[in-house]
């Protein structure tokens, strides 16, 4: 029966003059009328206008070949503001044997991911964001060996990450933020991989110390329920270049030598995390966030060196070091916000002149403020902590 339908689809094109140069494979090309039928514009697009199966399918919009068979799709105009696409899925998308890339706009593509897209074994590239894919990760995806990028973020995907996902030698890129992920973080093998993004999930447990390879660069498990300590993963990825491990469930304390890598923006705000920041050696980040935890111990001087810190509504005591101030007054902090903390004290001038390009914020602490600042609205009105509050922390 498969023969008889390709061969009634070659002669078909054979009797209507439509074999050319580069005419695909009669598997690409039944595999690209299913796609199609599977799929429609929504209104305001006419990315399908081009798909005319009476001509080369290698002239389709989206559709690039090599030789006789289809090695990447881009569905839907790439163009920002782009209605997209609607439909599902179709499975014969695994029929395209040698597909390296598959794209598709943001747009209202329901459904599942086929389990049968793990039978293009050459793909590299999978993206499919800003859908409204459901179910689970196929664990089938981790038969793609060559997968260097896998970005199914904004969906509503469900279930675990699928330890195969993990056990990709290739993996360059995991994206998988805003969906509705639970369980653990699988530990990953690869050791190519920068980024990774689990932001606004429901991932829980702990991260094991060797589920990251050092070759991380973009690490961000924001929003989520994840739990335990992370300063022997940290201390491992002496490559980050960014770093949000904010409103978590993290406990222990942060290891100064973090702060001597070129993280540009950390952010671990609303955690549990216990413990003093350990000081280091220097400070080379220009934006970190350790604000709404439950940090502790003094001010380290080397954080003075960071452009924008937001160090408050955490259990940091004793003095704000002067280098702090020297900064802020040289306009070299930007902002300081230090509010909802136990310091008691800060060495700075009532009479000093803040630079108008700079925020200090001193809100709820266990002094009485030197100077008066403006500070967000979400620190309240209170300007000191009660003095009870302050002698139980002291005790």
């Not at 216990?274 to 400070?283: F, H, S």
């Not at 408050?312 to 930007?334: C, E, H, K, W, Y």
Request: charged fraction near 15%; proline fraction near 7%; charge should be neutral.
């Amino acid at each position: 029966m498969r023969f008889a339908t390709l061969f009634y689809v070659l002669f078909l094109l054979l009797r209507f003059g439509l074999i050319v140069d580069a005419i695909i494979v009669p598997v690409d090309f039944l595999a690209l009328q299913a796609i199609r039928k599977s799929l429609d514009d929504l209104p305001g697009s006419n990315f399908f206008d081009s798909w005319d199966f009476t001509s080369d399918p290698c002239s389709f919009a989206g559709v690039f070949c090599d030789g006789d068979k289809v090695t990447a799709l881009n569905l839907g105009d790439q163009k920002a503001g782009s209605p997209g696409l609607s439909g599902r899925i179709d499975p014969a998308i695994g029929k395209l044997s040698a597909l390296t890339e598959l794209s598709i706009v943001p747009g209202r593509i329901m459904g599942s991911l086929p389990h049968t897209i793990s039978q293009s074994k050459n793909l590299r590239f999978l993206a499919i964001s800003r859908n409204f894919l459901s179910g689970e990760i196929p664990a089938s995806l981790g038969e793609l060996t060559g997968l260097k990028t896998l970005d199914l973020s904004y969906n509503q995907l469900t279930g675990s990450i699928p330890p195969s996902i993990g056990s990709l030698p290739e993996l360059s890129n995991l994206i998988l933020c805003h969906n509705h992920l639970n369980g653990s973080i699988p530990q990953f093998l690869s050791q190519t991989l920068t980024r990774i993004d689990l932001k606004r999930n429901n991932l829980t447990g702990v991260i094991s110390p060797t589920s990251l390879p050092p070759s991380m660069q973009y690490l961000s498990l924001a929003w989520n329920q994840l739990t335990g300590r992370v300063d022997r993963v940290l201390l491992r990825l002496n490559q980050l270049n960014y770093l949000d491990l904010s409103l978590n469930r993290f406990t222990g304390a942060i290891p100064g030598q973090i702060f001597t890598f070129p993280i540009t923006n950390l952010q671990l705000q609303r955690n549990y995390f216990y413990g003093a920041i350990q000081p280091a050696n220097e400070v080379t980040i220009p934006n970190v966030d350790l604000s709404y935890n439950r940090f502790s111990g003094e001010l380290s001087p080397l954080l003075s060196n960071v452009q924008n810190l937001y160090l408050n509504n955490n259990r940091f005591t004793g003095q704000v070091p002067v280098s702090f101030v020297d900064r802020l007054l040289a306009a070299n902090i930007q902002t300081l916000y230090l509010q909802h903390n136990f310091f008691t004290g800060i060495q700075i001038s009532p009479a000093a002149d803040i630079p108008v390009s700079s925020s200090l914020c001193l809100q709820y602490n266990c002094m009485v403020l030197p100077v008066q600042t403006p500070c967000p609205v979400k620190a309240g009105s209170q300007k000191t902590r009660p003095t009870t509050q302050c002698n139980e922390w002291r005790g």
